[in-house]
């Protein structure tokens, strides 16, 4: 999204880049506490490569993408962190905007992952929003 | 032996207590820190200290590129080599270099060095270089292109330099309709080529290739690791079926000689460990950002960054694993003759002035190199 910059976290360090991740720093602290394997971490290396290939430039945004959005025509919910370090929530608010048929939910005290911090929370939007869509 | 004077221009004032509160003196270092005035008294300074070179006898002086950082100067080193032309008539200038990947049009690296190469008639060298990791977060390029971009841009260059123009340019980064350079290069059929590089096997099979034959330098490594690298690029020629020459070999080294080994480790100690510790401090994330080396040779290097462990290198350690020459005349010469030994290297590009030295150190440093050095590596 032009104007609104993404945070870098290709500058970030391990530690940093993880606990940028969550808003409640005490399931950075559980994730800290754990060594990765040698295979896990083989799989992180890949996936911060793939994600580099894609993301590094513009960062984490594609400019000709956003005039398609409003194509995307079937009902959407869209669930973004109110603390989303990654992604600031001006893109769910975007999204909401941009898209005929889109719900934004904002999940308060939530960083870039609210299905892991708040999967109560989101997992009763989705089925609310399932019902809703279904009925 | 070939020898370079070679200049990093960091700059000097730098408050490096201020800059010490910084992730690094790279890509973030907020440049209220930079002070014009006293900068161009170091454009100046620098700047004499090169010219001086070519009174002392050296072959070749030496600029690079960097982007964004207190670590030098020169994110356009062409326009220093252009001054410097305008002050010398017989020394060589290299630029070591150019970092290719991060232009759009690598046309205008082509005609930049065919520039300075009509105007020194004949006296350039070119470096091609990747530009270091940072560089990728200074610049905006992505590091996964970083090989393909760089060998591209080389192709499109050097065919810029040597085939009768216009012609069309068809690649996966770059595409030209036109090429045709106006300058052509002075020197035929182009410039020499050399490649600065921290060594990566990949450059080094690339760089020895027969078509290419370029010469390998060897920057800021322990004297190990530098002749582990020369060695490296022979077996490598030896597959290719050739013998490579000494003049296909450089090390770039920090060397500061005073007349004993204790005063040179007084005066050239402290800015030593300035330029290791302060000017080049880098997180692992700036130096390699993903897809500037492969996934093998990233692993590589945080294992052996494990094993080195973190702590600020000081000037005996760094004097110890050679990777910096401070001593003696002698101590110097022997340092240099046991690497020859060695490698048969044959391209030393001296970096007399590093971090902090003053203009007075650099000046007296440099006279010693040419007065005591310098005769005996004259072949």
Redesign the interface.
């Known amino acids: 999204m032009k104007g609104v910059p993404c945070s870098?976290n290709?500058?970030?360090?391990p530690e940093e880049a993880l606990r940028n991740l969550y808003y409640d720093q005490s399931i950075a602290d559980q994730i800290l506490a754990v060594t990765p394997s040698e295979a896990q971490m083989?799989t992180m290396?890949?996936n911060?490569?793939a994600?580099?290939?894609f993301g590094?430039?513009?960062?984490w945004y594609n400019p000709d993408l956003e005039k398609w959005l409003h194509r995307i025509k079937l009902p959407t919910l869209v669930v973004w962190g109110d603390d989303d370090k990654i992604m600031p929530p001006e893109y769910g608010v975007l999204w909401q905007d941009r898209l005929p048929a889109a719900r934004l939910i904002r999940v308060k005290e939530c960083g870039h992952l609210p299905h892991v911090e708040h999967s109560a929370l989101v997992a009763q939007h989705v089925r609310d929003f399932w019902e809703g869509v279904a009925s | 032996m070939k020898l370079v004077s070679f200049h990093l221009m960091p700059y000097r004032p730098l408050d490096l207590e201020e800059a010490a509160k910084h992730r690094s003196p790279w890509v973030v270092l907020p440049n209220r820190l930079y002070d014009p005035v006293k900068g161009a008294e170091e454009y100046a300074r620098h700047i004499d200290a090169l010219v001086y070179a070519e009174q002392l006898g050296f072959d070749a002086i030496g600029v690079n590129e960097h982007h964004q950082t207190a670590y030098g100067l020169m994110p356009a080193p062409n326009l220093i080599a252009s001054a410097l032309i305008q002050r010398t008539s017989r020394v060589q200038i290299a630029v070591l270099g150019r970092a290719l990947p991060l232009v759009n049009n690598p046309i205008y690296i082509a005609e930049e060095f065919a520039m300075l190469d009509v105007m020194s008639k004949g006296r350039l060298i070119a470096g091609f270089v990747r530009g270091i990791g940072s560089e990728y977060h200074s610049s905006g390029t992505n590091p996964y292109f970083s090989h393909e971009r760089f060998h591209e841009a080389h192709d499109l260059i050097v065919r810029a330099w040597t085939e009768p123009g216009p012609f069309a340019f068809h690649g996966d980064h770059f595409s030209l309709q036109y090429v045709n350079l106006w300058p052509r290069p002075y020197q035929s059929p182009h410039p020499p080529i050399w490649i600065p590089s921290q060594g990566s096997s990949e450059t080094v099979a690339w760089a020895s290739h027969p078509d290419r034959r370029y010469p390998f330098l060897v920057t800021f490594s322990s004297a190990d690791l530098v002749a582990r690298y020369h060695t490296t690029y022979r077996e490598q020629a030896r597959k290719y079926g050739y013998d490579a020459a000494g003049g296909q070999l450089g090390w770039a080294c920090p060397i500061y000689v005073a007349d004993t080994d204790e005063r040179a480790r007084a005066e050239g100690g402290r800015a030593l460990e300035t330029l290791f510790n302060d000017f080049l401090r880098q997180t692992f994330e700036m130096l390699m950002p993903p897809g500037y080396t492969s996934i093998g040779s990233m692993k590589n290097f945080i294992s052996s960054r494990r094993a080195l462990g973190g702590g600020r290198m000081t000037a005996d350690g760094l004097i110890e694993s050679g990777t910096a020459l401070i001593g003696s005349p002698k101590t110097v010469l022997t340092g240099i003759e046991r690497m020859r030994e060695q490698t048969g290297f044959d391209i030393l590009v001296a970096l007399l002035q590093f971090g902090i030295l003053s203009d007075e150190l650099t000046r007296r440093n440099m006279d010693i190199f040419a007065s005591e050095v310098m005769p005996h590596l004259r072949d």
């Not at chain 1, 290709?10 to 360090?13: A, E, Q, T, V």
């Not at chain 1, 590094?56 to 960062?59: D, E, G, K, L």
Request: glycine share 6%; net charge positive; proline share 6%.
């Open positions: 870098d290709f500058i970030w360090g083989d290396l890949k911060r490569f994600v580099a290939k590094w430039q513009p960062r």
